[in-house]
């Protein structure tokens, strides 16, 4: 059993939007709203380059 989440919400620090990302991710995540880098891949595991509101768990 894998206890790592699997979404995280995060929120932008340029433009406060929120948004829920999978926290592995293959390609760069960015903020829907103004485009900054959000997450980069790092092997799977989103590597977060914001703040992280929380974690979704199912
Ligand atoms: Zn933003």
Same mark, same amino acid.
């Given at each position: ?11 932008? $620090? %340029? ?14 995540? $960015? ?15 989103? %590597? ?8 979704? %768990?199912?």
């Amino acid at each position: 059993m894998k206890k790592e989440s699997k979404f995280i919400k995060v929120k932008c $620090e %340029d433009c406060e939007n929120e948004q829920v990302i999978f926290s592995k991710v293959s390609n760069n995540v $960015e903020c829907n709203i103004c485009g900054r880098t959000l997450a980069v891949p790092t092997g799977g595991i989103a %590597d977060i380059k914001t703040k992280v509101v929380k974690r979704v %768990d199912e």
